[in-house]
């Protein structure tokens, strides 16, 4: 396999020079090249590390991205989702910071900045660079320290590591801007800057925020800005804060936003069938770790705890879910505890994750930058995998729109079914294929029957609810519910009687007094009745 060639073009725009790499070869970009991370010229450390992880042979944007980056340029690098972008940036900010350690030591002052949109890439995009950091030391002999700063975590912690030295801070805007004015993150000793899925934070509403972090680092620094995508806001965002940089394209300009490799599939399915139709899907042959899209939190909730009644491993991830949940959810997705997570478009940024075989768009997305992320968590490092679209009715007018942005050619998706022939064979899916899957879950409470609504609890027969059981009267004659004169059933006691009855247990009569209406002269009379 040849290695990409590029091209390069120079344009001036607002007194600025901006100079575009692109590749021209997309079937060469997309998988990894013969050269070598030490061919490279990346430091031993860093090199013997990645080697640990299997990983020896750079993608097509870490190739082009790492010369540029390693010698100090300020660089856009633009790849698709899953293509290597975090090492793109990781590994050239690694290794300048520890080989300029003569000019800008290593004290514990933070060196780079990374910064993310999510929580989830946070913890990612930590575990990255700690993995590639794991044989670098600072001058003072410790560990090189790389550490997170994120949200909905207790503030404590995160200031005792800073104090404890962070060589590398990797957060998002919110906490760093909180810690920064509380003045446990020093700012002014950075070398390196790298925004992270920028187009995710324009979507968010954090360049003001950005705009507040770049006021308070040093003007003489790298930068390095990465997305998926380059909207014009984020464009415009690059000129203002970054030195000429290089605008790098891991793929040619003509070619698709998602991956070759992943096959996708959109059907019309009505509202009440497609949990039923998300069980089929699930059961299909090859199926492997599974994500599952939801727009709201209620409804991935929902969908979560459908799931986990019929007896599939499911885990998920929204907002309402506290920090605790939503990183214990996807350590379990991670190592293969659960199998399908259900999640929010919170998630679809942070989850790398190569061996995801299946993404499902329950709801479709807002926009075709959405949709171009969540499918971007399978058919990554080249590896195949199958996306799953439902359109409900109401959906179609916007499902039109990312279709013609995205080129797509399905306009008008086929009218599916959870018992529909087409997605059984287009999905691969066994014709016993049901609505459950192992030992279901019952829910606690008996679901009445024909109840479209929540459970209610099933109710006990009279004789479980009460050792005690009351006999009607009239008129001071027992009441048995049956026509005048009929015998009444026999007990449920059988010979004895029930429980409560006098002739069970001897208990003593109970008397009761009923009020009759007034007589014409207006007295009130009571009459005493027993059992």
């Known amino acids: ?84 972008k975090t090492f793109g940036f990781g590994v050239p900010l690694l290794h300048r910071i520890t080989t ?25 995009v930590t575990g990255d660079l700690a993995t590639a950091a794991k044989y670098l030391s600072a001058d ?22 800073l104090r404890a030295g962070a060589d590398v801070v990797i957060g998002t805007p919110g906490r760093l801007l909180d810690l920064c004015q509380q003045g446990h993150l020093q700012l002014g000793g950075l070398s390196v800057l790298v925004l992270d899925e920028a187009d995710e934070m324009l979507d968010l509403g954090f360049l003001p925020d950005i ?56 059907y019309r399915a009505h509202a009440l069938d497609k949990i039923e139709l998300v069980c089929r899907v699930l059961q299909a042959e090859g199926r492997g770790a599974t994500m599952i899209f939801t727009r709201t939190k209620r409804t991935a909730q929902k969908v979560a705890d459908e799931l986990a009644e019929r007896g599939f491993k499911v885990g998920t991830v929204h907002g309402d879910l506290n920090q605790d949940a939503r990183e214990k959810a996807l350590k379990a997705f991670r190592a293969g505890g659960v199998d399908v997570l259900v999640a929010t478009d919170v998630a679809a940024r942070g989850i790398d994750i190569d061996d995801v075989t299946h993404v ?55 009218e599916t079914y959870s018992n529909s022939p087409h997605l059984y064979a287009e999905l691969g899916i066994p014709a016993e294929a049901s609505g459950t899957v192992g030992s279901a879950r019952k829910s606690p409470v008996k679901r009445r029957a024909g109840s479209t609504g ?34 009444a059933p026999a007990a449920d006691g059988g010979a004895d009687g029930p429980s409560g009855s006098p002739e069970g247990n001897g208990a003593t009569t109970r008397r009761r007094r009923r009020r009759r209406k007034p007589a014409e002269g207006g007295a009130v009379s009571a009459a005493t009745t027993s059992d």
């Open 140 to 161: 003072d002999g410790r560990r090189l320290s790389v550490v997170s700063i994120y949200g909905g975590r207790p503030y404590e912690p995160q200031i005792e590591s």
């Open 100 to 124: 300029r350690a003569t000019e800008a030591p290593l004290t514990g002052v933070p060196r780079a900045l990374i910064v993310v949109p999510t929580r989830e890439l946070c913890l990612q």
């Open 211 to 266: 705009e507040r972090i770049l006021r308070q680092i040093p003007t003489d620094r790298q930068s390095m800005l990465f997305s998926a995508t380059m909207p014009g806001p984020i464009i415009t965002l690059a000129r203002t804060f970054m030195n000429r940089p290089t605008h790098i394209r891991a793929e040619a300009p003509q070619s698709a936003a998602t991956h070759d490799t992943t096959e996708q599939f959109v």
């Open 360 to 414: 499902i768009n329950y709801q479709i997305p807002e926009d075709e930058q959405a949709y171009v992320h969540r499918i971007g968590r399978t058919g990554r490092a080249g590896k195949t995998g199958v996306a799953v679209t439902l359109v409900d009715w109401d959906e179609l007018p916007r499902w039109s729109m990312i279709d013609k942005a995205l080129g797509l050619d399905s306009p008008d998706p086929a």
């Open 1 to 84: 396999m040849t290695a990409p060639t590029t091209t390069s073009t120079t344009t001036t725009t607002t007194g600025k020079t901006t100079t575009e790499t692109t590749a021209t070869e997309t079937t060469t970009t997309e998988l990894p090249t013969k050269t070598t991370f030490a061919e490279l010229g990346v430091r031993d450390e860093i090199v013997r590390a990645l080697a640990e992880q299997g990983i020896e042979h750079p993608f097509a944007i870490q190739e082009l991205t790492l010369p540029l980056a390693m010698a100090g340029d300020d660089v856009i690098g633009q790849a698709r989702t899953g293509m290597g």
């Open 454 to 487: 929540g459970d209610a609890p099933e109710r006990k027969p009279a004789t479980a609810r009460s050792g005690a059981r009351r006999r009607r009267t009239r008129g001071g004659e027992p009441v048995t519910g049956h026509p005048a004169g009929a015998p």
